[in-house]
């Protein structure tokens, strides 16, 4: 029977606190055996380069602090099964040749970083090759200037089947930032105002964010050459600048986006070199431009999305390469339904020529809001010359898309 | 050259136009800021005004202004006043009125908004400046072609064809241009051929403003950069300056010469 419970059930218990036996964390570490408790107690703990070569759950009572007093890194696991809970850790150093983290962990599994408070990090929490592990409601908060002398708030390195839940980062340089990362789930997190992006994605397959929250970072959030993910109810709002985006997709294939939620951005979606991503239900409302979709893009569909008030819905260059755009819900669509089918009769060109033309001269831009574009503009819609013709809705809905 | 342009400013309070150009933005700016509850975009619209109405009234209330008098102005030139006073004193009676109206008719609803508390005071402050340039340059041009058009439906019809250049035609001529040279670097010329129409500028001075900006991309940022500068602004104002002082030049000009 005892050889069935699970070990960490019968861990001794440590205590650490100013006046114990044992004022270090170090300390405590060093004494503790496989599978310990340790607690700590309130109180600021002045230590760096703390290493967990054990599987061991340390976990702090009452907030206390770790002060890294700017040295270097401040807690790296290098085992399975370790877990820290409840810690405000402060003050990590700062480097140009090495990437100090609050918490490293390097090559484990079964990791969980709960309940923790960054703030004057370099690095917040940086996974480097661990796999199967949380990170859970930590607080992360920066106060990046520069984007040179600042780290990432969550880093994933060659890192499998991470959660990441219910975080908040803010201030740093890229608010999660994933390379190499495949099986991993994002939710619930709230990533703003960011220097970069709140969520940076490279060369990672397979992963899933959903219920995010993005708002006011530099440029938005970024996937990049990656494959097979999926985007649902995550909100991109406020992204606003002239390089700015809520979403960057490049070089992306086979994923899925649906209700999610694009507001007040430059660019709702930025789309380069895409192929067989789905655009579901999707919310975008009050952008400068809702999607914007560049070359190289395949077979992607837009369907029952709501298109809400953005200057322009859709711009839009190179060929039409089986993108399709129906049954979506244009708030400029001025057509009729005369069979009460839910459907206009008229087909909805998203493409204004005016964006059309700004496609093809970045700088005819100047001519914004001119009343010579105004009437372009109308007078292409009444009898469409110079727009793609393919480009069309032909099945605009009348009524806003409901999920 | 006072009396002349309180004696035009007069005349047309007494002649109720005035109190319509006023009454008609005092009802747009207070529809547009009790209704819609927002300011940005309030602004907006009003620059769309700004860009094509307040040029078109200018041109018509100048011109007709101008055939409207045309008998009073012969009795004053047969007193012992120069010809560059009368003409200039009425012109800028008109001009003057015009501009009153607007900034009044604008002003009161945007005050009565709130306007002083919120931080966009400096947008609506640039509205307000370049539709006043607006008016005073459209109403001189009207002047002038009216001067040099003893008839009426010639001198209306040039009056219409100009403001429809500058408004309107100015901007197809550049999209052309810009379409046609796609190659080379542009940012230059879109500069330049901005800043020298006056309804141009007015629109990308309120526009940089405005967070709408953002959309320009790079071409807004070297727009941005341009008109962020000292040397910019007083270059834009410089142009503007320009608008009204050689044709300002050349009314004085041809009335001395004209027969009447």
């Known amino acids: ?403 | 050259m006072l009396k002349i342009i309180k004696y035009s400013f007069f005349d047309l309070l007494r002649s109720k136009w005035s109190y319509v150009y006023f009454l008609f933005y005092l009802l747009l700016g207070s529809v547009l800021l009790f209704l819609n509850n927002d300011l940005s975009g309030a602004v907006i619209t009003l620059m769309n005004v700004n860009i094509i109405l307040v040029p078109l009234i200018a041109t018509v209330f100048g011109v007709m202004y101008y055939y409207n008098s045309g008998e009073f102005t012969i009795l004053l030139l047969a007193q012992p006043v120069r010809r560059r006073t009368v003409f200039t004193g009425q012109y800028l009676g008109i001009a003057g009125s015009l501009a009153l109206s607007l900034v009044l008719g604008l002003g009161i609803p945007f005050a009565a908004y709130g306007l002083f508390r919120s931080a966009a005071i400096w947008d609506f402050a640039v509205l307000l400046l370049t539709g006043v340039a607006l008016t005073f340059i459209f109403t001189l041009l009207a002047f002038n072609i009216a001067l040099s058009n003893e008839n009426r439906i010639k001198g209306f019809g040039y009056a219409i064809l100009l403001w429809l250049l500058l408004a309107i035609a100015y901007d197809g001529i550049f999209l052309l241009l810009l379409a046609h040279f796609q190659e080379y670097p542009l940012e230059r010329f879109a500069l330049t051929a901005t800043v020298l129409n006056p309804v141009d500028l007015a629109r990308i001075l309120i526009l940089l403003k405005l967070d709408i900006s953002a959309l320009m991309g790079y071409t807004g940022a070297v727009f941005k950069q341009f008109f962020g500068t000292g040397a910019g602004s007083l270059l834009s104002g410089l142009v503007l300056l320009l608008w009204i002082f050689v044709p300002l030049w050349w009314l004085q000009k041809s009335a001395r010469k004209k027969d009447f």
């Open chain 1, 1 to 403: 029977m005892i050889l069935l419970i699970p070990p960490a059930v019968y861990g001794q218990k440590t205590e650490v606190c100013n006046t114990c036996q044992t004022r270090t964390i170090t300390g405590a570490i060093k004494k503790a055996a496989p599978f310990d408790t340790i607690v700590v107690k309130p109180g600021t703990y002045r230590e760096f380069n703390i290493g967990i070569t054990k599987p061991l759950t340390i976990i702090g009572e009452g907030n206390p602090v770790i002060d890294g007093e700017n040295k270097g890194e401040i807690i790296t696991v290098q085992s399975d099964h370790v877990t820290i809970d409840g810690f405000t850790i402060v003050n990590v150093g700062t480097s140009y040749t090495t990437d100090y983290a609050a918490v490293r962990v390097v090559k484990s599994r079964h990791f969980n970083i709960r309940n923790n408070t960054l703030r004057k990090l370099f690095f917040g929490i940086y996974l480097e090759k661990s796999a199967e592990g949380k990170v859970v409601n930590n607080t992360i908060a920066g106060d990046a200037v520069n984007e040179y002398n600042s780290g990432n708030g969550i880093q994933l390195w060659y890192s499998r089947k991470v959660e990441v839940t219910g975080n908040t980062v803010q201030n740093v340089r890229d608010g999660i930032y994933l390379e190499f990362s495949d099986d991993i789930a994002i939710s619930h997190n709230k990533s703003t105002g960011n220097l970069r992006y709140g969520l940076h994605f490279m060369f990672s397959n397979n992963d899933i964010y959903t219920d995010n929250l993005f708002e006011n970072n530099g440029s938005g959030v970024a996937v990049m050459f990656s494959k097979f993910i999926k985007m649902h109810r995550n909100t991109f709002r406020k992204n606003w600048g002239p390089s700015s985006y809520g979403l960057l997709l490049k070089e992306i294939t086979d994923s899925e986006l649906s209700h999610n939620t694009f507001e007040n951005n430059t660019s709702g979606i930025h789309a380069e070199g895409i192929s067989r991503v789905t655009f579901t239900e999707n919310d975008f409302a009050d952008n400068g431009y809702a999607v914007k979709v560049r070359g190289a893009c395949y077979h992607n569909t837009f369907s029952h999305n709501n298109f809400l008030y953005n200057t322009f819905d859709l711009s839009y260059s190179g060929h039409i390469n089986e993108n399709s755009f129906n049954s979506n819900y244009w708030s400029d669509y001025r057509g009729y339904d005369l069979d009460r089918d839910g459907t206009g009769d008229v087909p909805y060109r998203p493409v204004k020529l005016f964006s059309y033309m700004t496609g093809q001269v970045p700088e005819a831009i100047v001519l914004l809001r001119s009343t010579f574009v105004g009437l372009l503009d109308f007078s292409e819609k009444v009898s469409p010359v110079f727009t793609p013709a393919g480009l069309l809705d032909h099945t605009p809905e009348m009524k806003k898309n409901t999920w």
